[in-house]
Nanobody, 126 residues
Framework: QVHLAESGGGSVQAGGSLRLSCVVSSDVYFNHCMAWFRQAPGKEREAVGARDSSDFIVYVDSVKGRFTVSKDNNKNVLYLQMNSLEPEDTAMYYC????????????????????WGQGTQVTVSS
């Protein structure tokens, strides 16, 4: 079993930035495919970005150029740097990990992720 703990959420104005962190309890799963997802009220959970140990990184179109997924291998922390935030980015953000090391060919498939954190809320006001 692996424990994922997100933090860093908060309230910001449009155009602002936040950095979310996800601490991973397992060295093994930290080096597997990991991703950030988000879920807005009344909407389905959607992917934001994913990366694996081969440095394969992919983002959904709505966040390309604004969001960056990175890792601190010394601390077992997955980050989501969010810049130029928009009200549409308001959601609960979750990190997730797979039992497999690779993310492809379906990096954004929710069913392929085995472990989830509790989420951290991001609210962007206009």
């Amino acid at each position: 079993q692996v424990h994922l703990a997100e933090s860093g959420g908060g309230s910001v104005q449009a155009g602002g930035s936040l950095r979310l962190s996800c601490v991973v309890s397992s060295d093994v799963y930290f080096n597997h495919c990991m991703a950030w997802f988000r879920q807005a009220p009344g909407k389905e959970r959607e992917a934001v970005g994913a990366r694996d140990s081969s440095d394969f990184i992919v983002y959904v179109d709505s966040v390309k150029g604004r969001f960056t997924v990175s890792k601190d291998n010394n601390k077992n922390v997955l980050y989501l740097q969010m810049n130029s935030l928009e009200p549409e980015d308001t959601a609960m953000y979750y990190c997730a990990a797979r039992k497999t090391w690779y993310c492809g060919p379906s990096p954004f498939s929710l069913d392929d992720y085995d472990f989830w954190g509790q989420g951290t809320q991001v609210t962007v006001s206009s």
